[in-house]
């Protein structure tokens, strides 16, 4: 493919929304999208990003800013003019049309004839050759969305917007889509931009992850470096879970930064700290859950030296199979959460036990301690 | 700790209680709250249909009483006789049809689409007429229509009435007590039953549909041609029935603002009842009426391939 080719960028210029009841939905953003990624947007529900959506798609109009395909300035025209299409959420798929209508409609306004040749083959990359004639009610909620994806498809838009796709899926499909649609977006190499609240389905199928909260893209990255470097809470609560101890800056050694916390010392990379760090000012200090390591306290004189550790009591404990996680009390954190691989489980680990949790420094992550502590924390239960 | 091998008792249930014998009665509810319906439609529907049935091949006078003698030529000659008001009333009817229709979409589409906060205001605007006695109504279009009033007045200044006297619908320099009025006198009464209809289809489609038909390069009126359209058709061919069929046979619009050139069908069966007391050719043509239209809609349902839509 030719690299050069960036007809495909997706460019949104200080486009912004507010609706006519004052309603900020999306705050001025600029953004880009690079031809051929795969690019989620992931938020809560009402964090502005179907809103963004819509004003790439047309249907929205910005209240300011515009919106660029390549070099060419969108922002005025309307939807039919757009070389986008929309995956819409719960399809929208025209119930008077068959099948083959639906997915030749896009063509046929086009004024293309012979359509039959490129319908039946769409048809069979999403593997629905057979129900070409039937019509959509007549289809599962999995066809149904296949139908949708190769209705847009088959216009070979510059851009492919997908929203909430497979919201309306249930688990084990929905798993089985993501993987199908990444398979379709590698195979047909266009910018796919997906709208989702489900951070595990944008980091199964997005290079790239922007997480928006209230109308503002918190950060921007690869779903790992997202995952591994959030540089606010709302990022670190919201993509998986994360543990937030609240710290004051010791010292200085090299590139590290010495950490007190109730009593105990912490080390962290500072190039992992996203906040300004001046000797006596706070930080929150995160670390995930599956990083740390569970010891009991009477083994604590085993522990390697030059690891974090905190002490705690285990509060709770549940199994889940693959893993146990733990909840634990610990002083500078009231619901420390540990994950532990279940593969040498010590029965001494029990709800009540003191323990010794540790983990590598280099594991260790920095955020401004001037922020929420507990941002979006419970919003993904909400919104799914 | 003891192994565990046994499970948790269960919650001790509720002391059981007698279960009260199960009633028959049950399986006959059904057919007992059909009841009132089946009775209601065997006296009002079925027993007058035998009875005018009945009447249609009876011969006789009113002196001499009516006897069945099954004189079907009864409807032969009904019809020979009658068949201009048969044509009068079917083109009256259709032509009241459209214009419903060429008013009656832009409104619904109007209450559906755009109005807003304005939706229930409009749609008491269009049921209001309801209010008033659909006699009133008729015999308010006469003053409206009076030859000295100001509709004819602007229409003849604007000369249209040139045009519809060249048509055949007005003569001279009124509208009264000629085609154009009766038209326009069913157009407006039964105006309500086309929007009606129309509008709750219209309001049922998903918008999404609308915004999906634009990201798929099809232009405003396209999407209106391919998507919406289609998808009100249940609601065009229910609004034309509502309209069509009481129209057809309609004879209060042809009696107020017509004239005796453009009597219908329904004036005929009226006088044949009220005034030259005929039952048997007056039942006949009921029959001959109720028939043409039963046809008519079958057609027409089968045409525009409503069973099809979902």
Partial sequence: ?384 | MSTLTEAPPPLAPNAPEEKPPRKKRGRWTPYWLLLPGILWLIVFFALPMIYQGSTSIQTGSLEDGYKVTWHFATYWDALSEYWPQFLRSVFYAAAATILCLLLGYPLAYLIAFRAGRWRNLIMILVIAPFFTSFLIRTLAWKTILADSGPVVGALNTLHVLDVTNWLGWTSGDRVLATPLAVVCGLTYNFLPFMVLPLYTSLERIDGRLHEAAGDLYAKPFTTFRKVTFPLSMPGVVSGTLLTFIPAAGDYVNAELLGSTDTRMIGNVIQTQFLRILDYPTAAALSFILMAAILAMVTIYIRKSGTEDLV
């Fill in chain 1, 1 to 384: 493919m030719n690299t050069k080719d960036n007809s495909g960028d997706v460019r949104l210029s200080g486009i912004s929304k507010t609706y006519d009841n004052g309603f900020t939905a999306v705050q001025p953003l600029d953004l880009t999208v690079p031809q051929g990624s795969f690019f989620a947007l992931l938020g809560a529900s009402g964090c502005g990003k179907t809103t963004t959506l819509r004003m790439i798609a047309g249907l929205e109009e910005p209240s300011s800013g515009t919106v660029f395909l390549g070099d060419q300035e969108v922002g005025h025209l309307p939807p039919y003019k757009r070389p986008v299409n929309t995956v819409f959420q719960s399809y929208a798929l025209f119930p008077h049309l068959d099948i083959f209508e639906n997915v030749a409609f896009g063509l046929r306004r086009r004024g293309i004839k012979s359509v039959k040749q490129q319908v039946v083959d769409m048809l069979d990359l999403v593997q629905l050759g057979e129900q070409a004639r039937k019509k959509p009610h007549q289809l599962s909620g999995g066809q149904q969305q296949r139908v949708a994806v190769a209705r847009a498809l088959i216009n070979h838009p510059k851009v492919l917007l997908l929203d909430e796709p497979l919201g309306a899926l249930d688990l084990k499909l929905r798993r089985q889509m993501q993987l199908e649609l990444k398979r379709i977006q590698t195979e047909v190499g266009i910018t796919f931009i997906h709208v989702t609240h489900d951070q595990e389905e944008a980091m199964t199928m997005a290079d790239t992850v922007a997480v928006m909260n209230a109308g503002r893209v918190e950060q921007l990255g690869s779903p790992a470096d997202l995952y591994e470097n959030p540089n606010t809470t709302f990022v670190a609560n919201f993509l998986g879970t994360s543990n937030l101890i609240e710290a004051e800056v010791d010292s200085k050694s090299g590139d590290e930064i010495i950490l007190k916390a109730g009593g105990g010392k912490l080390v962290l990379p500072e190039a992992r700290c996203s906040a300004p760090t001046t000797t006596g000012g706070k930080v929150l200090v995160g670390v995930r859950p599956e990083k740390i390591t569970l010891t009991h306290a009477d083994d604590a004189g085993e522990i390697p030296a030059g690891r974090n550790r905190i002490t705690g009591k285990i509060a709770d404990s549940s199994f889940i199979g693959v893993s146990t996680q733990y909840v634990i009390d610990s002083p500078v954190c009231p619901e420390f959460e540990v994950y532990a691989q279940n593969i040498d489980r010590d029965s001494r680990l029990r709800p009540g036990a003191d323990v010794v949790l540790h983990w590598n420094p280099a594991h260790t992550f920095g955020l401004d301690a001037a922020q929420d502590i507990d941002a979006g924390v419970d919003l993904e239960e909400e919104a799914a």
